[in-house]
């Protein structure tokens, strides 16, 4: 049992040092996307990505190094997942026909979790049968043919938003955080972003108490859990590539209602069927809330700081340790059931008062998450 334990510590120690280096290095790495722009950004990435795997691999190797190389790469990880999180959304957008932003950001999705699903699948498979050695030679693999595709030539040929030439990083950098100061719909997504973080985000970390404690399942209805999130987050994004021309912004905090009110649908619920639909709805509503969020903080500034804009976003996913950490001890104190009741709870109440918030209304109405000409022309 203190080992088990041991294992649940360490696992969640290597993800908040995934995550962490988000709130330090993305607004180096907005900055440096409205610069050189994203796709180059992006395969550059991809490089830094199979040298990191391949150091991994080496470690492997070497008996006693692979623990100490694992924690590392977690640190160097989590600071390309940044430049990856802030280029990505900006380069599905710049490349997709005018008019669908969102719904392109929402396929790219679609693919990114299908792709997560069969490659730690895969991952996981290599892992038992080969170990480690051959697992992360072939992550070193697939990380280069992505840089080499991205530095093709028909990426190049993607345009991107004009930029001043005196825009040097430092700069850009200290613009990228005032744009949080300065710009209101950017401050009010940021806020979002954050309390879904939190509130929302983080219970997949109360997950497995859940099925153990709430409602008697063991480790094939915990995968059933999952699953049912997965699920809802797929069709929230298929929802999105069907209607998300017909939204505006307002739809942004209206997702944010809908997924603490699942979540407290799924706090209260002892029945399996229940709880899986819920799970469903709050996987759909957050999936919403991600690819929202990435297209309505581009629309929301001009072409030149769309870089920034998604590090101003890439900072907000730093915050999610905070959620697991809070979360985590809430539940020690009063239950799980009740803290993920108070959590879900608070992210619907605060979703309905930012929903009839005049100012908020104001703010988002007319501000759709689709392009209608030129990649992020719209002035904040």
């Given at each position: 049992?203190?080992?088990?334990?041991?294992?649940?510590?360490?696992?969640?120690?290597?993800?908040?040092?995934?995550?962490?280096?988000?709130?330090?290095?993305?607004?180096?790495?907005?900055?440096?996307?409205?610069?050189?722009?994203?796709?180059?950004?992006?395969?550059?990435?991809?490089?830094?990505s199979f040298a990191t795997y391949g150091v991994l691999a080496a470690a492997a190797v070497v008996p006693g190094m692979i623990l100490p190389a694992i924690w590392v790469s977690m640190v160097v990880l989590g600071g390309?997942?940044?430049?990856?999180l802030a280029t990505t959304g900006m380069l599905v957008t710049d490349a997709a026909p005018a008019t669908t932003g969102s719904s392109a950001?929402?396929?790219?999705?679609?693919?990114?979790?299908?792709?997560?699903?069969?490659?730690?699948?895969?991952?996981?498979?290599?892992?038992?049968?080969?170990?480690?050695?051959?697992?992360?030679?072939?992550?070193?693999?697939?990380?280069?043919?992505?840089?080499?595709?991205?530095?093709?030539?028909?990426?190049?040929?993607?345009?991107?938003?004009?930029?001043?030439?005196?825009?040097?990083?430092?700069?850009?950098?200290?613009?990228?955080?005032?744009?949080?100061?300065?710009?209101?719909?950017?401050?009010?997504?940021?806020?979002?972003?954050?309390?879904?973080?939190?509130?929302?985000?983080?219970?997949?970390?109360?997950?497995?108490?859940?099925?153990?404690?709430?409602?008697?399942?063991?480790?094939?209805?915990?995968?059933?859990?999952?699953?049912?999130?997965?699920?809802?987050?797929?069709?929230?994004?298929?929802?999105?590539?069907?209607?998300?021309?017909?939204?505006?912004?307002?739809?942004?905090?209206?997702?944010?209602?809908?997924?603490?009110?699942?979540?407290?649908?799924?706090?209260?619920?002892?029945?399996?069927?229940?709880?899986?639909?819920?799970?469903?709805?709050?996987?759909?509503?957050?999936?919403?809330?991600?690819?929202?969020?990435?297209?309505?903080?581009?629309?929301?500034?001009?072409?030149?700081?769309?870089?920034?804009?998604?590090?101003?976003?890439?900072?907000?996913?730093?915050?999610?340790?905070?959620?697991?950490?809070?979360?985590?001890?809430?539940?020690?104190?009063?239950?799980?059931?009740?803290?993920?009741?108070?959590?879900?709870?608070?992210?619907?109440?605060?979703?309905?008062?930012?929903?009839?918030?005049?100012?908020?209304?104001?703010?988002?109405?007319?501000?759709?998450?689709?392009?209608?000409?030129?990649?992020?022309?719209?002035?904040?």
């Open positions: 049992m203190v080992a088990a334990s041991r294992s649940a510590v360490d696992v969640g120690l290597l993800f908040a040092l995934r995550l962490a280096p988000l709130i330090v290095v993305g607004p180096v790495a907005g900055a440096m996307a409205d610069r050189s722009g994203p796709g180059r950004l992006l395969a550059w990435t991809n490089v830094l390309l997942d940044a430049f990856r950001i929402a396929i790219s999705q679609v693919a990114a979790r299908i792709g997560a699903g069969v490659g730690g699948l895969g991952f996981g498979l290599i892992l038992a049968w080969h170990g480690p050695i051959l697992a992360f030679a072939i992550a070193a693999a697939l990380a280069a043919i992505s840089a080499v595709l991205l530095l093709g030539p028909s990426l190049a040929a993607i345009p991107v938003a004009p930029r001043p030439p005196d825009d040097r990083l430092r700069g850009a950098i200290r613009d990228g955080l005032g744009l949080i100061a300065r710009n209101r719909r950017v401050r009010l997504l940021a806020g979002v972003a954050i309390v879904a973080e939190i509130l929302g985000f983080s219970n997949d970390g109360l997950l497995p108490v859940f099925a153990q404690q709430v409602l008697g399942l063991g480790p094939s209805g915990l995968g059933l859990l999952y699953l049912a999130v997965r699920i809802g987050s797929l069709l929230g994004l298929t929802a999105l590539v069907r209607f998300g021309g017909r939204l505006d912004g307002r739809a942004i905090v209206a997702m944010l209602a809908v997924f603490g009110l699942a979540l407290v649908g799924f706090a209260t619920s002892t029945w399996v069927a229940a709880s899986l639909t819920m799970l469903a709805i709050a996987g759909s509503a957050a999936a919403c809330i991600d690819v929202l969020e990435q297209s309505l903080m581009q629309r929301s500034v001009s072409g030149a700081e769309r870089g920034r804009a998604m590090g101003v976003w890439t900072i907000c996913l730093g915050f999610g340790p905070v959620g697991f950490i809070a979360l985590g001890f809430l539940a020690s104190v009063v239950g799980v059931a009740t803290a993920q009741l108070l959590a879900g709870g608070a992210m619907a109440l605060i979703g309905v008062g930012l929903a009839l918030w005049p100012g908020v209304s104001d703010d988002l109405r007319g501000v759709r998450p689709e392009r209608v000409a030129s990649p992020g022309l719209q002035p904040p």
